[in-house]
Nanobody, 125 residues
Framework: VQLQASGGGLVRTGDYLRLSCAASARTFSNYFMAWFRQAPGKEREFVVAISGSGDNTYFADSVKGRFTISKDNAKKTVYLQMNSLKSEDTALYYC???????????????????WGQGTEVTVSS
């Protein structure tokens, strides 16, 4: 499975961005997808995840109420809508996928087998 993330950019505090992650998986609807981010000098952290069907979503507390995730299985693409961006959202954003999903391990990068190359988001004040 190959993942291609896009949509990053330089925005101001309070602005919005939409990231996309296009997948090459044949049975995309079977994959649990997530977004992680990594700021300079920090560890990669969980942002949000979505179930294969798209019916269930899970958010980090830091983005709850500002970010939404959606999954278009027909287009094999996951979207991360980021609203009310803050300077602390500045990071390299990665999409990730796994077939064998375990809820308890969802927030750990090690739970995901496939990773995109990352797209950079910079929020300036």
């Amino acid at each position: 499975v190959q993942l291609q993330a896009s949509g990053g950019g330089l925005v101001r505090t309070g602005d919005y961005l939409r990231l996309s992650c296009a997948a090459s998986a044949r049975t995309f609807s079977n994959y649990f997808m997530a977004w992680f981010r990594q700021a300079p000098g920090k560890e990669r952290e969980f942002v949000v995840a979505i179930s294969g069907s798209g019916d269930n979503t899970y958010f980090a507390d830091s983005v709850k109420g500002r970010f939404t995730i959606s999954k278009d299985n027909a287009k094999k693409t996951v979207y991360l809508q980021m609203n009310s961006l803050k300077s602390e959202d500045t990071a390299l954003y990665y999409c990730a996928a796994t077939f064998a999903f375990q809820l308890a391990a969802m927030r750990a990068p090690t739970a995901y087998v496939y990773w995109g190359q990352g797209t950079e988001v910079t929020v300036s004040s």
